[in-house]
C-alpha cells in the first residue's frame, strides 16, 4: 500500500503517537477479492501493511461470530473464510453450548522450509537460521547460540538482534516470492528457547517475533508459528501428528500442528493448524481535533 493512501493516512493516525504506540497493530476490514470469503483485511503496523496474521485472524474469527456477522453453526464448529494478502485462510471458531467462543483454530496458507542454517553475522556474534514462509518470510534462529533466552529482561537484545537479522538478509536473494514481489522480504525473525519435549510427547518452545522495524509481537505470533511448524517438520522434528506448544514472551500460549502435506512452487510444505483465543477488550473512538499540529502524530522508535 503506497503512502499518501487514504488507507495508509488513516494507518498512520492510529498506529503514531498519542493515539498509537510503536508496537500496535490492527487491521481494516475490507470486501474479500474472491466470493468464497466472508471477508477481506488488510493488516497494518507503525510501519506499513502485512502481508499476514494469524493471532489476528483468530481474532477476527472470534469477532465475526460474536458480533453476528457469521451466523454459528449448531455443531459448535463455524468456519469463517477470510482474505489476507498472502491468500485465502480459515478460521475454524469452537462454541460452547451456551454459544460463547471456546477457542479458534487457525487454518494457515501452505507453510515451506525456504533455507535452513543461513548463516547471518550480526553485532551479537554469527548464527545459524532458518528461512520459512508461513505468509510472510521469517528467519528463525535459536537464542541460545548467541547468547540469549527469550525473556523481558532480555527484549532490548532480542528486538536488536531481530534488526540485525533482518537487515543482513535483506539483499538474499531466497527471500524473494517466486510469484508475487509483493510477498517478498523477512517480515520477522523469531527468536526461540528449545525447551524440550514434554511429559505429553509435545514440543514445548518459547519464542518472540521482532517484526517490521524493531516492533514485538505479545502474542506467539500465528503465522510464525505456522512457519515454525513448517521448520520443525520438514527437518524431521515434528511428527506428524505431534504438537507444538508455543508460549511468547509473556507466556501466552499456541497449540499447532501440521494438518496435512502438500507442495507449494514446486517445494514440500504443510497445512499448518494453529489453535489459540482472542478476546474484546474495547471499543474505542479516536478523534483528530483540527488545530492539533501533531496530526497524524509522532514515534519515537
Known amino acids: 500500500m503506497p503512502s499518501g493512501t487514504e488507507a495508509?493516512?488513516?494507518?498512520?493516525?492510529?498506529?503514531?503517537?498519542?493515539?498509537?504506540?510503536?508496537?500496535?497493530?490492527?487491521?481494516?476490514?475490507?470486501?474479500?477479492?474472491?466470493?468464497?470469503?466472508?471477508?477481506g483485511v488488510l493488516f497494518w503496523h507503525k510501519d506499513g501493511f502485512s502481508t499476514a496474521c494469524g493471532h489476528g485472524t483468530i481474532a477476527l474469527g472470534t469477532w465475526a461470530v460474536e458480533s453476528g456477522l457469521v451466523d454459528p453453526d449448531p455443531s459448535g464448529t463455524t468456519d469463517v473464510m477470510i482474505d489476507v494478502p498472502s491468500g485465502r485462510v480459515t478460521a475454524r471458531v469452537h462454541t460452547d453450548t451456551g454459544g460463547s467462543v471456546s477457542h479458534v483454530e487457525f487454518i494457515n496458507v501452505a507453510s515451506r522450509l525456504v533455507a535452513n542454517d543461513v548463516v547471518v553475522t550480526t553485532s551479537q556474534g554469527d548464527c545459524l537460521v532458518d528461512l520459512v514462509w508461513g505468509g510472510a518470510i521469517y528467519a528463525c534462529l535459536d537464542a541460545s547460540t548467541v547468547g540469549?533466552?527469550?525473556?523481558?529482561?532480555?527484549?532490548?537484545?532480542?528486538?536488536?538482534?531481530?534488526?540485525?537479522?533482518?537487515?543482513v538478509l535483506?539483499?538474499?536473494?531466497?527471500?524473494?516470492?517466486?510469484?508475487?514481489?509483493?510477498?517478498?522480504?523477512?517480515?520477522?525473525?523469531?527468536?526461540?528457547?528449545?525447551?524440550?519435549?514434554?511429559?505429553?510427547?509435545?514440543?514445548?518452545?518459547?519464542?518472540?517475533?521482532?517484526?517490521?522495524d524493531g516492533q514485538v509481537d505479545?502474542?506467539?505470533?500465528?503465522?510464525?508459528?505456522?512457519?515454525?511448524?513448517?521448520?520443525?517438520?520438514?527437518?524431521?522434528?515434528?511428527?506428524?501428528?505431534?504438537?507444538?506448544?508455543?508460549?511468547?514472551?509473556?507466556?501466552?500460549?499456541?497449540?499447532?500442528?501440521?494438518?496435512?502435506?502438500?507442495?507449494e512452487h514446486?517445494?514440500?510444505?504443510?497445512?499448518?493448524?494453529?489453535?489459540?483465543?482472542?478476546?474484546?477488550?474495547?471499543?474505542?473512538?479516536?478523534t483528530v481535533d483540527e488545530n492539533d499540529p501533531l496530526t497524524p502524530g509522532f514515534t519515537l522508535r
Open 218 to 263: 505479545r502474542s506467539p505470533c500465528g503465522s510464525g508459528t505456522a512457519a515454525r511448524i513448517a521448520a520443525l517438520h520438514l527437518t524431521g522434528r515434528l511428527a506428524l501428528g505431534q504438537t507444538l506448544v508455543h508460549n511468547s514472551i509473556i507466556d501466552s500460549t499456541f497449540r499447532a500442528h501440521v494438518a496435512g502435506l502438500t507442495t
Open 8 to 39: 495508509d493516512d488513516l494507518r498512520r493516525l492510529l498506529c503514531f503517537e498519542p493515539r498509537g504506540h510503536a508496537d500496535m497493530y490492527g487491521g481494516f476490514i475490507v470486501p474479500p477479492d474472491d466470493d468464497g470469503a466472508h471477508l
Open 266 to 286: 514446486g517445494e514440500s510444505a504443510v497445512i499448518p493448524v494453529v489453535s489459540g483465543t482472542a478476546h474484546l477488550v474495547a471499543r474505542s473512538t479516536f
Open 148 to 167: 540469549l533466552t527469550v525473556a523481558p529482561e532480555h527484549l532490548t537484545d532480542l528486538i536488536a538482534l531481530g534488526r540485525d537479522v533482518k537487515a
Open 170 to 212: 535483506a539483499d538474499d536473494p531466497r527471500i524473494s516470492h517466486p510469484t508475487d514481489a509483493r510477498l517478498s522480504g523477512v517480515y520477522g525473525t523469531i527468536i526461540y528457547d528449545d525447551l524440550g519435549t514434554l511429559p505429553t510427547g509435545e514440543l514445548h518452545q518459547r519464542n518472540v517475533t521482532i517484526f517490521a
